[in-house]
């Protein structure tokens, strides 16, 4: 499953269907990227754009090299964008193997490439305006350790 | 052909897209970059450093050196933050 939504979601809810639908899977891993507001940056919102085509088909290839890579039996990843507040959910990955450590690393794989290779771009809402989130090397540093 | 510009880039700009016809010099992504940059001082401006840039041609993110043939849209995308 892939969704690229504006509209929020319930990741427990998620997780519980899509485990359901493979009760020959041993091992389920889930994360839950959330809207973080830290006491010392605290922010009212963040704001994501996305270009939602393009989004699909590169977390659909990403999500068939996972399984392929991994000998996942599904992957599933949404995304959100638009405003979210803290707390709220903007994105999940959930892999489903007969083993954990392959659950482990297809969705530490996954994370690892949406953090730099989904066209999302996020900007923090604060009390003093709006500031585009810049890119992190140590993400592209974690993507490109799954190079080979 | 249509480009697309994201986030910073198309606040920079002030708009998300371009309809533009590239001359038949313009061959590869490469060359219609450079194109669009000799046309546009803020996008020459904010393209500073180009390498940092993706782009996609028809909604697949491409390398600089595919060729523009068949290209309906081309989108310059900023270094992304997701996840």
Redo the contacts between chains.
Sequence with gaps: MILVSASPFDPGALLAAFAADHPHAGAAVTFT?MVRSSPDRPINALI??C?P??AE??IATLRGRAIERFGLIDAAIL?RYGRLVPGEA??QVMTLAAHRQAAFDGAQFL?DY??????????EETASGTQ?????TA?DAARDRWAK | MKV?Y???LRERLNRASDEVTPPDSVRTLDDLVCWLRSNDEALDLAMANPR?F?L?KN???VPWDTPIDGAETV?I???????
């Design positions: 990227g994501l754009e270009y085509e393009l088909n590169e995304h903007i994105m994370m949406l953090k730099t290779d989904a066209p999302f771009w996020k900007q585009w989130v810049e890119a992190n993400d | 697309l994201f986030a910073w940092q993706k996609s909604a697949r993110i989108a995308l900023p270094p992304m933050t997701g996840g």
